[in-house]
């Protein structure tokens, strides 16, 4: 049973370019959590997604920044034009779906976003 | 509302003491309190957690002792290793909302 799978694990992108980071959630899950953090920092709630649906968004900048979790496949979080501030490690978690709500994260390994 | 501070930022402990760690929340609805430990380059992966109808859980040399009044927690890491050291967050959430975390402890154990 893989755990959550992030690709890719570093990605480099120049200033103005996109970055498209992926995270297949573990079998059986149906929650995505998107995190953001950055060095020496805690972890940022970014967006909140269930299959084909955006449940919860208020982490997410107004502006460049967007996510999906298509019914097949994996999410996707999108960041256009990128700026130096957007280097950090970005984690994508997931959670199963249970009567009771959803405890118990799993965490990906992350994807590490250098723009230069 | 939604913070959870945690102190302290960093801990030294000499190895076989007792590291601890405390959290403080603010949103009376959470319940549910994880602790999360992350080790370099790797992602946070789940240690222990505990839901508020208890005041303390145990699982080997790892506990969480709840203070629903106080509104805080603390993970308490008896017999602290090398291997132990790591930063570790806790966090708290309700139901399927996204978990709030707090701003981590870097845990150095001293052989």
């Known amino acids: 049973n893989a755990g959550v799978m992030q690709n890719p694990r570093h990605l480099v992108r120049r200033r103005g370019q996109e970055a498209r980071l992926r995270c297949s959630p573990m079998?059986?899950?149906?929650?995505v959590y998107w995190y953001r953090q950055l060095p020496e920092e805690g972890l940022k709630f970014m967006v909140y997604?269930?299959?084909?649906?955006?449940?919860?968004e208020s982490g997410m900048p107004k502006e460049r920044f967007s996510a999906e979790f298509p019914k097949e496949g994996p999410s996707i979080l999108r960041i256009q034009q990128v700026v130096r501030g957007d280097s950090a490690a970005y984690f994508c978690a997931s959670s199963p779906y249970t009567v009771q709500g959803n405890y118990g994260y799993t965490f990906g390994s992350g994807t590490r976003l250098t723009v230069v | 509302q939604q913070q959870v501070k945690q102190s302290p930022q960093s801990l030294i402990v000499q190895k076989g003491g007792i590291s601890i760690i405390n959290c403080a929340y603010e949103n009376t609805a959470f319940d549910y309190f994880p602790w999360y430990q992350q080790f370099p380059g790797k992602g946070p992966a789940l240690l222990i957690a505990?839901?508020?109808?208890?005041s303390e859980k145990k699982e080997g040399r790892f506990t969480i002792s709840f203070n629903k009044s106080a509104k805080q927690f603390s993970l308490h890491i008896m017999d602290s290793q090398p291997g132990d050291s790591a930063t570790y967050f806790c966090?708290?959430?309700?139901?399927?909302?996204?978990?709030?975390f707090g701003q981590g402890t870097r845990l150095t154990i001293n052989p």
């Open positions: 079998k059986g899950h149906s929650h």
């Open positions: 997604l269930q299959k084909e649906n955006i449940i919860d």
């Open positions: 505990i839901r508020p109808d208890v």
């Open positions: 966090a708290a959430g309700r139901g399927a909302q996204k978990l709030v």
